[in-house]
């Protein structure tokens, strides 16, 4: 069995006496495509950000690729291989599309404290190599704050790619998109999780997204996993429609 | 020391500790509703003593003071609800750096009509009716004012509380505070809602200098002095938070009354006059709070308002071929200035300032741009490497160019200790440390007389050796502030640079893409210090001395304008800002006896018909020009 | 009742600083009626709104709420004249109690009010969202998503609208509550409340629309009976058959 690349064991985290997350343990292997649901006020978020570094647990642990990464800082996250993109996509904007992700990749490297030839010489090939695989090779001269948003949901991923890390979390990460374009951006990180071998961590509230996408789902409700298995194990579970799905008349399952 | 030594200085200290809070509080105030930080706001406040003392003039005995009051509160009121009609309702949508450029504007344009209304010298006002006598407190005399005083603080607070949370108005001004467009959606007026907080604002603020009449006289430097205090006073308490302003006023004033009242101690054998900190009491307790609280005592992390977004920067371009034309031009009429002091001597003297000028601007907008870290306390850096080479120089008596090399490096050195807390903060938080550092060091050089020479400062600090001759001196600064120049260029564009700029734009991409922004900013920080220390070299070498003043808030303000009027958003604004401030500074401003007026109406001109600055409006007309010569 | 729609836009074009978003738009919503305003994000809803609301930079040949036209006036004076905007996120003031939130929003229902319209009073309110009823010493910020959506529903209502925009109602709210929200809608339909609703979620425009708009890019590309929209027309996966354009 392939070693996983985030293990996270009972988790647990209070805010004034209210238990946000309550001993919430789950992993991730090599090229899976893990969704997090949950409604509002589940725990999504605080989970999502212990695990990228943002929050410190109460209790339990956060393991990558082996290695302890509980209560460590995001920069640290970062440097052990993990990517990241944010639910209101984050770049940088006064740089053109190709010297975000040349800064991303030079960061990666540990190679920002150089002070002499300018950024515009370095790198240039393999952050094109990076937008290219993104589709984002034909606006890489364009100011990244010019760019249209699903453009710049793009130039993210490109920018998290940068790092080569092993494991990437994406929260939202088709918030904002019309329906054509979250297909198609999920359907490129889902191609790249084949081809890189790389393990996604998401949380997202387009049922669209998760059902038609994702490998394996997990849903926290009240700070708890109620369910942890297959797309159509999850759709089934009546716990799951409970409190999540509702009726149908606004799950999205109208397929 | 005594204790009834004590309690009289506390109850002295919350007397001052309601002046300080009613100067905070309309500031704080306005603040949370417009998000402007308003730097006329000890203008207010000033005027509010003037108005009442010239009012109290003119009435009979017992109604001269309180009618005073009334009348300074009405009046600065309503002009406060006519600066906001007139000029604030134009910025609102302007970036933050240029509001308080405008406001500065404003301060200065402020101070000149006190200057014009009342003349130079201070006026002192009538004691008020019925709270003339003391009251015997363990055995010493207190005036009645000082206990009417202290309790008039808490009764504003108190007041202001209940019109913030009872009354329609104050639920308005908590809800504009956070999304003033929401508020208009739901169909309140809220340009009448702006002009009102911004005259409450205002009035309150009219009251606290009004209110001191029997204390102090009216004064034309009041204005700044209160102005430093209630930044203060609203950083410790957290922005926003009126009741956190009063908590820091009284935190403030007990430690200087404390220290006042301490006198000299005896710590370890060695004599301290602890009265010598009141100067900086105020400073330590604020830098200390930042450190433990970045966000002050009661202040949270900025909360989710909606603050229009300014337009973003654009990406670094090289300069093209005329550019480069121009700054070669530029380049060598500086390098020929010395030929030109043939026939206008004034010319390499004037050349020499612009440069000194330009290297203390550019050190600045080096954090202040591509960092996105404006600095109210440059100035400090300017003073520790004039002061470290001076004393090298006269003390030590090292070389000449040793000295050009030891002031730098002390001003870095300072940069290093100050800028590891500092860039921990964020926005105003960062200003407000980075003011507080740049006083602490004012007062250290103040207050050392073995080291620094005190208020007169150190002389004879003239070049040696090769550098002798004027244009030796000339020549050789022209060559060190170019290579600062350009060095400062070339970073720039770097990794380190763009690494700075990233953590600007975006700190959780950054953050997530494992940049150490602390770092970077840190050594961002570092750089600009030393090389602003190296400004401050020069300045000691070219005017053969120097004095605390050049550490002044003012002079920190100076940096913070050439860059504004330079354009913020372009590595040659500063460039420009310095070049023009000080010809302006030069020429122009010693004509007139209101230059302070002139300038502060070329500043408020400068925002709203160039918001970009110089280098903006520049790029402007040369982009209209391409269009219209690429026309067919 | 007379035949003046509640909202009359023709030709409107809006901008965000230099750039175009709306490009010529022109609708109406009648008397009572609910019409979706169906598209890609970026597609041009919620600047739709923001323009009839005066909160973006825009022109238009007329921009009329029951005949009075909206164009010269500032923000807060469209709210007056029966306007109701409930915005996409919400933006509930997070520092006010519910209490004080609806009051910021409260007006008295002017004197020539349709008799057919009931008067929006806090007990009214909480009538129809129970769940306010017992939060309104709440904070804005202590509240869930769907909490918060039924708030700004109820804020705006008792400022008296005959007119409501309503900006991505069930944005990031868990489709449980969505589902209550849905009745609460009926409700005010019922009531006679005219709604305009950008919307993604087509169950919820299914359920509660007469009519829709399909917007993309800026432009209105399709426009008829909800019942006659097909999914497939939408979101350009296959070219509309009975386009405007």
């Not at chain 2, 009618?67 to 600066?83: D, E, F, K, N, S």
């Not at chain 2, 370890?268 to 002050?296: C, D, I, Q, W, Y």
């Not at chain 3, 933006?91 to 319209?117: C, H, K, Q, S, W």
């Not at chain 3, 705006?156 to 409501?164: K, N």
Request: charged letters at 15%; glycine letters at 12%.
């Amino acid at each position: 069995m392939i070693a996983p690349v985030l293990q996270v064991e009972q988790l647990a985290k209070s805010y004034g006496g209210v238990r946000a997350l309550d001993g919430v343990s789950f992993d991730i292997r090599p090229g899976e495509l893990l969704a997090l649901i949950g409604p509002n006020g589940a725990g999504k978020s605080t989970c999502f950000n212990i695990v990228n570094g943002q929050l410190r647990p109460d209790a339990g642990t956060v393991r990558i690729l082996g290695r302890d990464a509980t209560g460590l800082p995001p920069r640290a996250i970062a440097r052990l291989g993990v990517g990241r993109t944010f639910q209101i996509a984050a770049v940088f904007g006064s740089m053109t599309v190709v010297e975000n992700v040349q800064i991303a990749w030079l960061a990666a490297h540990r190679t920002v404290f150089a002070f002499w030839n300018p950024l515009a010489n370095r790198h240039r090939a393999e952050a094109l190599e990076l937008l290219e695989q993104t589709g984002m090779a034909e606006l890489a001269d364009r100011p990244a704050a010019s760019l249209a948003y699903g453009d710049v949901k793009r130039l993210e991923l490109a920018v998290a790619l940068a790092g080569n890390p092993k494991l990437l979390l994406m929260d939202e990460p088709t918030a904002g998109m019309s329906t054509a374009e979250r297909g198609a951006l999920i359907a490129l990180v889902k191609a790249l999780t084949t081809e890189r071998g790389l393990a996604v961590l998401f949380t997202e509230h387009s049922m669209d997204v998760v059902f038609g996408h994702a490998d394996r789902v997990i849903v926290l409700a009240r700070g708890r996993l109620i369910a942890d298995g297959s797309v159509d194990a999850v759709r089934a579970d009546p716990k799951v429609r409970e409190v999540y799905l509702g009726s149908g008349l606004a799950s999205g399952e109208r397929r | 020391m005594a204790l009834d030594a004590l309690v009289f200085q506390a109850v002295n200290g919350l007397a001052s500790a309601s002046g300080l809070f009613l100067v905070a509080a309309g500031l704080s105030i306005i603040f949370g509703v417009t998000r402007i930080v308003n730097m006329a706001h000890g203008s207010f406040y000033m005027f509010g003593l003037y108005i009442a003392v010239t009012v109290a003039d003119r009435l009979p005995s017992p109604f001269d003071f309180w009618g005073g009051v009334l009348v300074a509160v009405a009046l600065t009121a309503l002009i406060g609800a006519l600066v906001e009609l007139v000029l604030l309702r134009r910025i609102y949508r302007a970036p933050e750096l240029y509001q308080l450029l405008a406001t500065f504007a404003l301060m200065l344009v402020m101070n000149d009509a006190a200057l014009w209304l009342w003349g130079p010298e201070d006026q002192l006002g009538p004691r008020a009716a019925g709270l003339t006598g003391t009251v015997e407190l363990l055995g010493r005399r207190l005036p009645d004012y000082d206990i009417f005083l202290a309790l008039a603080g808490p009764a504003v607070l108190l007041g202001l509380n209940r019109l913030l949370t009872r009354s329609r108005f104050g639920r308005l001004i908590r809800a504009a505070t956070q999304d003033r467009e929401m508020v208009a959606a739901l169909g309140v007026n809220e340009a009448v809602l702006f002009t009102a907080v911004f005259a409450l604002g205002a009035g309150i603020a009219g009251l606290g200098g009004a209110l001191q009449m029997p204390r102090e006289p009216a004064s034309l430097t009041l204005d700044l002095a209160v102005l430093g205090d209630a930044f203060v006073v609203v950083v410790i308490g957290g922005m926003g938070s009126i009741r956190g302003a009063y908590v820091a006023a009284v935190i403030v004033a007990q430690v200087k009354a404390l220290c006042i009242a301490l006198g000299t101690v005896e710590l370890g054998g060695l004599a301290f006059n602890m009265s010598k900190l009141t100067l900086v009491a105020e400073f330590l307790v604020m830098a200390l709070v930042l450190v433990v609280r970045p966000h002050g005592l009661f202040g949270r992390p900025a909360p989710a308002t909606r603050i229009h977004a300014s337009a973003v920067e654009a990406p670094l371009v090289p300069l093209g071929p005329g550019g480069r034309g121009a700054a070669l031009a530029a380049i060598a009429l500086f390098a020929a200035m010395p030929l030109i002091g043939d026939s206008f001597a004034y010319a390499p003297v004037l050349a020499q300032d612009v440069l000194i000028a330009v290297l203390f601007a550019a050190s600045l907008h080096f954090i202040m741009g591509p960092g996105g870290m404006a600095s109210f306390g440059h100035a400090a850096y300017f003073g520790l490497g004039a002061y470290g080479a001076a004393y090298a120089f006269l003390t030590l008596g090292v070389s000449t160019p040793a000295a050009l090399v030891l002031g730098p490096a002390i001003a870095g050195l300072g940069a290093v200790v100050f800028g590891w807390f500092s860039v921990r903060l964020e926005g105003v938080y960062f200003a407000m440390l980075t003011l507080a550092f740049a006083q602490i060091v004012w007062s250290i050089v103040f207050q050392w007389e073995e080291v620094t020479g005190g208020s007169n400062g150190l002389f004879g600090v003239w070049p040696e050796g090769v550098l002798e001759s004027p244009t030796g001196f000339y020549l050789a600064s022209f060559a060190l502030v170019l290579a600062g120049v350009l060095v400062l260029r070339r970073l720039a564009f770097s990794p380190f640079g763009h690494a700075l700029r990233a953590a600007r734009d975006s700190a959780l991409r950054a953050q997530a893409s494992g940049i150490d922004i602390a770092r970077v900013r840190w050594l961002a920080f570092i750089i600009a210090g030393t090389l602003c220390g190296l400004a401050g070299t020069l300045f000691a070498f070219a005017k053969g001395s120097i004095s605390p003043e050049a550490i002044s808030v003012g002079r920190s303000i100076d940096a913070l304008v050439m860059v504004l009027l330079g354009g913020v958003q372009s590595l040659l604004g500063p460039l420009f800002g310095a070049s023009a401030f000080t010809l302006l500074q030069d020429t122009v401003m010693r004509e007139t006896a209101y230059w302070r007026a002139l300038l502060g109406a070329l500043m408020i001109a400068v925002v709203l018909l160039f918001p970009g600055g110089i280098a903006g409006g520049l790029s402007d007309i040369a982009a209209r020009l391409r269009r219209a010569a690429g026309r067919p | 009742m007379s035949e003046t729609p509640r909202l009359e836009i023709e030709a409107l074009d809006a901008w965000y600083g230099a750039a175009r978003i709306l490009f010529g738009v022109s609708l109406h919503v009648g008397r009572g009626e609910a019409v979706a305003l169906i598209g890609r994000n970026g597609a041009g809803k919620s600047t739709t709104m923001k323009a009839v609301m005066g909160l973006v930079t825009r022109r238009a040949a007329r921009l009329d709420v029951e005949g009075r036209d909206l164009r010269a006036l500032p923000t807060y004076e469209i709210a007056r004249h029966g306007v109701g905007y409930v915005p996409e996120d919400r933006r509930i003031f997070t520092e006010l109690t519910v209490a004080e939130n609806l009051d910021i929003g409260r007006r008295p229902r002017p004197a020539g009010t349709a008799p057919d319209l009931p008067d929006w009073t806090p007990q009214a309110l909480f009538a129809l969202f129970p769940n306010l009823a017992e939060m309104q010493d709440r904070p804005g910020g202590a509240m869930s998503g769907g909490e918060q959506q039924m708030l700004a529903i109820a804020r705006t209502l008792v400022g008296q609208p005959r007119l409501l925009l309503l900006d991505e109602p069930s944005e990031g709210v868990a489709p449980v509550i969505v589902d209550q929200m849905i009745h609460a809608l009926h409700t005010l339909k019922r009531a006679g409340l005219s709604m305009l609703i950008a919307e993604q979620n087509l169950d919820l425009c299914r359920s509660l629309c007469d009519r829709a708009y399909v917007i993309e890019q800026g432009e209105l590309r399709w426009h008829g009976a909800m019942a006659e929209l097909e999914e497939e027309a939408l979101f350009g996966r296959v070219a509309p058959t009975n386009g405007i354009m």
